[in-house]
């Protein structure tokens, strides 16, 4: 007598268990991870040339990009440039240390940190640059208001409400400034720095290394190992790089963002005496002797 | 239930295993590398620099002087006037002026200069410069040269692509100047980043920086907002000097670094910065202070050592000007004076004529050698300077003395006058050696008790004219002694006059023409017999005598080249015109001279080939001379026409109609700017064509037309109570007197006594007894003022000896006044011109209302009944 198969020893049965117990969670597990768990990425933010509205207004919205993105681990700030005006300069200072909280950020300098770009890279958890790399010029500098006046037919309610103040109190705005920016330097760095007072607020350009020596940047390395080192300190094994500046205002896919090439550096621009400044204070280098 | 746990847990590995793939893929096992805390920032905690303390309370108190410091602006100087306003300020609180040096000729700019001041040059100094400035400093002159690293030169490239520029920052066109005098400015800029004046390159200076010197004294911190650093040479010292944290940015050392060196014991004084002595800076710390003793040093009064070569600039007060042994004034040394007066004005000078020269107070002494007197003779001699003039040379008023032979009218052959020329002895003896008198004249300063005398002779009038015309070029720095030829030691110096056998004269000319001495040879020179008895006659006039011409006769005659003729004329009284005709190579002058050598007349009217002519020429008896030049002296041929007529056009007939009242009211007033224009066209306007000219107005005199000044018969100068400015104005004037005009000269401060003393007039006395001016009124009589006027203190200066006879006094300053019995109203009557000239020195209008109708009437009728 041939025994009775249960429905149990069906093959539809079996089928029907083996879809159940082994094919439906895998593929729920296979579609849901790239979801749960993205592959990281650290975000490329580029600063280039100079730091005024425009250009600060463009780092802060990748910054925000960068904290938004869940995939965003990490961050290399790519420095070429003079530095510019205070306000932005301390802007951008405020909101890296913000994004500091979020993930790592590194700096990598390639030809280029002076002043107000330097003062940016100070809040990033560490600097990297290369030998040649102009680092430094830490200080201030701005023009001093002519002489006071009173017009006619013009009247104000203050002395100065024209003029903004006396050359006198510019100069110790100025002043003032220099210790804002020696401070947010020693705050960034910390126990790095070397450097003494005196020396660093000579606002001298420095080489990689001996910027190294000072304290002022934390090596000398590439930047694709700058890009490593962001990983290494958000803990990724295995990571893309993104530029942040597609991502953001180019609404371009990750994939796009991947193969996104930076424009070159014009070396002629970024060394160029800036034209039609306007008053103010300036984290800025000026090469105001030669040419 | 086993095997239903079992595929629970199949089921659940894989719904997460490709999740834990990827996380472990992707991220590292084990804690990520430690980040350490992210800092918090706060700039509150900034430390804010202390502002600028308030200034140390500073008054200066500073000792007026008076002089010129002379302000480089001429080597691309980069500073702005604006800039100095402060400094400025502190010299002219001491009595000193800039003037400014413009790149021409700095060793005659310095000669009145006090201090030369360098300011951050651009330019380099020439090595004739350095040397004057060398020099300026060996004589007591001060020297300040100041630097600045914030005032470079910016040098354009203009390439072939590119329009690019390079800043000198690091070249110094100073040091060309500085190193001459052992200092050197480095080209660098100062720092200290320890302690500083809210800036790195502002530095303070203090304690043993500020080292002993007058600069440093009761400072106690000073700042400098942005300085070289000076080297200094062995003969150098150091006046502020930073200290041990203060760096140069051309060593990047700190140390040993100074900011402001003195020299050449203490006249130069170098200064590494600008700033400083600037708005606002001036008032930081004791810097006002400081540039109050720059100030002191620039100004001080045992600073420069003056010499005859910086003439008139040793001169310390106003000065005297005093024709040696001139007895009577005339309006050529009016012309002279006015012209020294407007130069001396120029240099920030009074020059004021006087009678007699003193010792006492600095003066200008001008006169031909043969009128020095006694005194002058005494002081030359103090200097080793005489003279020798054998035989002595005879005044027309000391040969008038002398008893002339009956029926001898003294004439000389040329030959008898070459030949007692030739035995003359004139010479100048002075420790340089003798010189001849002829072609020579003298300057020497007298230098004794603080005062400056200047004494310039000449052999003639013509010599002192050029002498006088060198002086008043010298003044603006046109020249100099050593580029007129001169001679010149221990302040001596004999300087040639360029004229050619120049004459040794007897007395300075006082005519209106000065021309070269010559002897007439007449017609009678053919009745003398040529021995030694005969007297020369010198006559003032370069002509060759023609002899004599009469009424109704035309002659022709052939003017060499070079030569001038005269003609006599002698016809008793008559009206006479005198005409020239020429050809077409000769452009005739025709002059007529009374029998003293006067200028009756003069025709220059015409150009080449014209005719020239004197018309209506009232003559009187005796001599008259009429003279025919060639003005560009080429000779030629010429008519000359002597007819008499019945018209006199001469412009000072008696009557008078058309009065020309101007009233100059450009000046300073001393009261309250009035003037008696109304009070003048109230009075006259009824019986008189009256125009009125109002120099704020209508312009200045000399804008007038000269033409127009020959159709009127009486011009009314009103100053009113502004004081006269010398201008153009009074040689327009003096024009007009010297064609025989009348002038009423009224004011407070008139023309003529120009840099006179002030004094206070309450009241006024009629004085004299002239039947014109006190006509109706009673001498002696006294009139109250109806307010205190500040007037003029006019002395007798104008009333020389000699001259009595032509000045009629008829006001004096009153019992009540300054100054009772002073001449406050003169009327002159110049017979050589012609003219006459009432002198009221107070405002017309402030006479009393009652006197002053009768009393304009008065004169009036004085110009109508005394006219020539």
Redesign the interface.
């Known amino acids: 007598m041939v025994p009775e198969r249960g429905l149990s020893d069906s093959p539809l049965r079996l089928i029907l268990?083996f879809l159940?117990?082994?094919l439906?969670?895998?593929a729920?597990?296979?579609y849901?991870?790239?979801r749960?768990?993205p592959?990281?990425q650290v975000g490329v933010i580029r600063l280039y040339y100079e730091i005024y509205d425009l250009s600060a207004a463009e780092l802060k919205a990748q910054l925000a990009y960068a904290r938004n993105d869940p995939a965003i681990k990490a961050v290399v700030i790519v420095i070429n440039s003079p530095g510019g005006t205070a306000n932005d300069s301390?802007e951008l200072?405020?909101d890296i240390?913000n994004t500091?909280?979020q993930m790592?950020i590194v700096s990598s300098i390639d030809f280029m940190a002076a002043s107000g770009a330097y003062y940016i890279a100070a809040?990033t958890?560490e600097i990297y640059a290369k030998p040649g790399s102009a680092i430094g010029s830490i200080g201030v500098i701005t023009s001093l208001p002519d002489s006071v006046f009173i017009e006619e037919d013009v009247l104000t309610t203050g002395p100065y409400k024209a003029f903004g103040g006396?050359?006198?109190?510019f100069?110790?705005q100025?002043?003032?400034l220099k210790?804002?920016f020696i401070?947010?330097v020693a705050?960034?760095r910390?126990d790095r720095l070397t450097g003494s007072f005196?020396q660093l607020?000579?606002a001298e350009i420095y080489d990689g290394v001996t910027a190294q020596e000072l304290g002022l940047i934390d090596g000398m390395i590439s930047t694709q190992a700058a890009f490593d080192r962001a990983a290494?300190?958000?803990?990724?094994?295995?990571?893309d790089i993104v530029e942040l500046y597609p991502l953001t205002f180019l609404n371009e896919d990750e994939t796009a963002a991947t193969l996104y090439q930076p424009p070159s550096i014009n070396l002629e621009r970024l060394w160029a005496m800036p034209v039609d400044l306007a008053p103010g204070m300036y984290y800025r280098y000026l090469e105001?002797?030669?040419? | 239930m086993r095997r239903a746990s079992i595929f629970l847990l199949i089921f659940v590995l894989l719904l997460v295993g490709p999740a834990l793939f990827r996380y472990f893929t992707f991220y590292q096992l084990g804690a990520a590398p430690d980040r350490g805390e992210i800092p918090v920032y706060d700039p509150a905690v900034v430390v804010v620099p202390e502002a600028t303390p308030p200034s140390t309370a500073f008054v200066d108190e500073p000792t007026m002087g008076k002089g010129q410091i002379l302000l480089d602006v001429g080597h691309g100087n980069a500073f702005s006037l604006d800039e100095l306003a402060y400094f400025h300020g502190r010299l002219a609180a001491r009595g000193f002026e800039f003037a400014y040096y413009e790149g021409d000729n700095l060793a005659a700019n310095l000669r009145a200069a006090a201090a030369f001041v360098v300011i951050a040059p651009l330019e380099t100094f020439t090595a004739q410069e350095v040397t004057a400035v060398k020099t300026f400093v060996a004589q007591g002159g001060r020297l300040l040269i100041v630097g600045d690293p914030t005032r470079f030169n910016v040098e354009i490239v203009d390439s072939f692509f590119d329009l690019s520029y390079v800043i000198e920052d690091d070249q110094i066109p100073l040091n060309s100047l500085a190193a001459a005098f052992d200092l050197t400015f480095n080209g660098d800029y100062l720092y200290n980043q320890t302690e500083n004046e809210g800036n790195f390159r502002n530095i303070l200076i203090k304690g043993n920086g500020l080292g002993e010197s007058p600069f440093t004294e009761s400072v106690s911190e000073l700042v400098f907002y942005g300085s070289h650093s000076i080297d200094m040479g062995s003969s150098a010292t150091a006046v502020l000097r930073g200290d041990d944290n203060t760096w140069s940015s051309a060593t990047d050392r700190p140390g040993g670094l100074t900011l402001a060196a003195s020299s050449q014991d203490g006249r130069v004084l170098a200064l590494g910065d600008l700033h400083f002595l600037t708005e606002p800076y001036y008032t930081s710390y004791d810097n006002g202070r400081f540039i109050a003793h720059i100030a002191n040093f620039l100004t001080a009064s045992d600073g420069r050592v003056y010499s005859l070569l910086d003439f008139p600039y040793f001169y310390d007060t106003a000065v005297n000007l005093n024709y040696v042994g001139l007895s009577q004034l005339s309006p050529f040394i009016f012309e002279q004076t006015v012209a020294l007066q407007q130069g001396f004005r120029a240099a920030g000078y009074e020059l004021n004529l006087t009678a007699v020269g003193t010792l006492e107070e600095d003066s200008l002494w001008v006169g031909l050698y043969n009128q020095a007197d006694e005194s002058l003779v005494e002081l030359l001699a103090s200097h080793d300077i005489t003279f020798t003039i054998d035989p002595p040379i005879l005044t027309n008023a000391e040969q008038n003395t002398l008893e002339a032979p009956e029926g001898t009218k003294a004439i000389a052959t040329a030959t008898a006058v070459a030949e007692q020329a030739q035995s003359d002895v004139r010479l100048i003896h002075t420790p340089l050696g003798d010189v001849p008198m002829s072609g020579t004249g003298l300057f020497l300063l007298n230098q004794a008790n603080g005062r400056n005398q200047l004494i310039v002779l000449a052999a003639s009038s013509d010599g002192l004219l050029k002498q006088i015309g060198f002086l008043l070029e010298m003044i603006p720095f046109n020249t100099s002694y050593e580029e007129a030829g001169c001679l010149v030691q221990n302040n001596l110096a004999l300087c040639p006059t360029n004229i050619t056998d120049e004459a040794v004269e007897a007395e300075l000319i006082i005519s209106e023409s000065i021309s070269n001495t010559s002897s007439i040879e007449s017609e009678d020179e053919e009745e003398a017999d040529g021995t030694d008895n005969e007297e020369v006659v010198e006559v003032d006039l370069d002509a060759i005598s023609q002899g004599r011409i009469n009424l109704g006769d035309s002659v022709e005659a052939e003017l060499a080249a070079g030569e001038s003729h005269m003609w006599i004329l002698d016809e008793g009284t008559a009206v006479v015109d005198i005409v020239v005709e020429a050809t077409e190579d000769v452009d005739a002058i025709l002059e007529l001279y009374d029998s003293d050598f006067n200028l009756v007349d003069l025709s220059d009217s015409s150009f080449s080939g014209g005719a020239e002519s004197l018309l209506g020429i009232e003559l009187d008896p005796g001599d008259y001379f009429i003279v025919v030049r060639d003005y560009y002296e080429d000779g030629g041929t010429y008519t000359l026409t002597v007819t008499e007529t019945d018209e006199s056009t001469s412009n000072t007939s008696g009557s008078i109609e058309h009065i020309f009242l101007f009233v100059d009211d450009t000046g300073e007033p001393l009261g309250e700017g009035i003037n008696s224009a109304d009070r003048f066209l109230e009075l006259l306007s009824d019986q008189y064509e009256v125009t009125v000219w109002v120099s704020s107005i209508d312009g200045t005199f000399d804008s007038l037309d000269e033409a127009f000044l020959n159709d009127i018969d009486l011009l009314i100068w009103d100053t009113g109570d502004y004081i006269a400015e010398s201008t153009e104005n009074d040689i327009l004037m003096y024009t007009y007197l010297l064609s025989g005009g009348k002038l009423l000269l009224t004011g407070s401060a008139p023309l003529m006594f120009v840099g006179a003393d002030l004094t206070e007039l309450v009241d006024i006395q009629l004085t004299g007894d002239d039947l014109f001016l006190l006509d109706g009124l009673e001498s002696e009589q006294s009139f109250l003022l109806d307010d205190t006027y500040q007037v003029y203190e006019i002395d007798n200066l104008i009333v020389n000896e000699g001259q009595e006879d032509q000045v009629t006094p008829f006001l004096i300053n009153g019992p009540e006044s300054n100054g009772t019995g002073l001449l406050r109203g003169i009327a002159i009557l110049d017979p050589a011109l012609e003219s006459q000239v009432i002198v009221l020195s107070l405002p017309f209008v402030a006479l009393p209302e009652a006197l002053q109708a009768s009393l304009l009437s008065n004169m009036l009728s004085w110009f109508e009944a005394t006219s020539y």
Do not use: C, M
């Open positions: 268990a159940l117990i082994i439906t969670p895998l729920i597990g296979l849901a991870a790239p749960l768990i592959k990281p301390e200072y405020l240390l500091r909280q790592p809040a958890d006396t050359r006198d109190s100069s110790r100025a002043e003032t210790e804002v401070n947010a705050v960034g910390g005196e607020t000579r290494e300190l958000a803990g990724l094994n295995n990571y105001l002797s030669g040419q």
